[in-house]
């Protein structure tokens, strides 16, 4: 779909060629376009996710269905292991429910730019571009409402979208049925109890972001969304079918053939150092479409801040990272965004 409606967009074009216009006046920043271009260069294929059916985890209640809960958690924590991606069917989210909610978050980005950035909508929560970029290669083409949980009951953070409400509470309650199935039997292929993740992420410290990815005018080559990686535990994506996701696998991009009855999942940094690097956060980025815009929604299953990210071996000896809690991590993350241009990471923790 070509955008009909030109006010909603937010005003990238003109974010975009001020870097541009900075970068080409300040010879010292070839550095960062030289590194963008390095990365937009190298070999991309498409690829389909390891596909795991969970019907046999959330409708099972029979005893010889063991052996295929076994297989079933066995694929999920291979997956987390070798892609750090997967995408599951018959994950108990019904299509209804999820046409609804894309048809919800469709009205409410064609709503003029003047009206989400100034109408304090869904807790003042609209972003747009990338304000810290220093240059192109830096920047977001996108749009995004980022919503904690704990914030979506809020009537009064709606204005005019009432019927965004409803849809958008059952939503999360489904997104959050998934991540904790999901959490549960990565925790569990451990060795530890599957409500080990339950007594830090509840609907007080996850998050939804509702994204939108306006038709680029400009290139095909330009970031939707930045190489990075997720901070949080683990992301539940909804996405429509019109593609523009990639991944890094095996020291290259692949790019993700979209699949319209899935939800995709991806590892956190968080459950990377939880699990000791058995679990993989790998980084991916979203590719822009010329005439095409593209939607997506996004459940992160995060912590609260004060909650301390250890390992799961038992001997903290054995422990690949230092133990800091999620709002230290999140605060380096800004302070290395602020002064170095890019998140660092992970590797900021490790021993």
Not at 17 to 37: I, R
Not at 122 to 130: A, C, E, I, K, V
Not at 230 to 247: K, N, P, R, Y
Request: proline share 4%; net charge negative; charged share 25%.
């Amino acid at each position: 779909m070509i955008d009909s409606n030109s006010n909603c967009n937010p005003p990238l074009l003109q974010d975009y060629a001020q870097l541009v216009h900075k970068l080409q006046s300040h010879v010292a920043v070839d550095q960062c376009e030289e590194e963008g271009n390095k990365m937009m260069m190298m070999v991309q294929e498409e690829c389909e996710l390891p596909l795991i059916d969970l019907g046999v985890l959330i409708t099972s209640e029979s005893s010889s269905d063991e052996a295929s809960k076994r297989e079933c958690m066995a694929k999920i924590a291979m997956a987390s292991s070798e892609w750090g991606f997967f995408q599951v069917v018959n994950h108990g989210v019904s299509s209804e429910l999820l046409r609804k909610m894309r048809e919800e978050q469709i009205k409410l980005f064609r709503a003029p730019f003047e009206k989400k950035a100034s109408y304090a909508l869904l807790n003042s929560s609209y972003r747009w571009g990338t304000p810290t970029a220093t240059c192109p290669k830096q920047f977001s083409w996108s749009e995004a409402f980022h919503i904690p949980l704990a914030k979506i009951s809020d009537q009064a953070s709606y204005g005019d979208f009432t019927s965004l409400r409803e849809v958008m509470v059952e939503y999360a309650e489904a997104m959050q049925g998934v991540a904790k199935l999901l959490a549960g039997v990565l925790a569990m292929k451990m060795g530890s109890p599957k409500q080990v993740l339950e007594e830090i992420c509840d609907e007080n410290t996850c998050f939804l972001r509702l994204n939108r990815y306006p038709a680029c005018p400009i290139s095909p080559e330009i970031f939707g969304l930045v190489p990075h990686t997720d901070s949080d535990f683990l992301t539940i994506l909804h996405q429509d079918e019109v593609g523009g996701l990639q991944l890094m696998k095996d020291s290259k991009w692949v790019a993700v053939k979209p699949n319209a009855d899935a939800l995709i999942v991806n590892i956190g940094d968080l459950f990377q150092a939880w699990s000791n690097d058995a679990y993989k956060s790998v980084e991916h980025k979203v590719m822009v479409k010329r005439k095409v815009e593209r939607f997506s929604i996004a459940y992160f299953l995060c912590p609260s801040y004060e909650s301390e990210i250890g390992s799961c071996k038992r001997e903290p000896s054995a422990s690949v990272y230092k133990a800091f809690t999620f709002g230290q991590y999140r605060h380096q993350v800004r302070e290395d965004v602020k002064f170095i241009g890019h998140k660092v990471g992970l590797s900021r923790f490790r021993v």
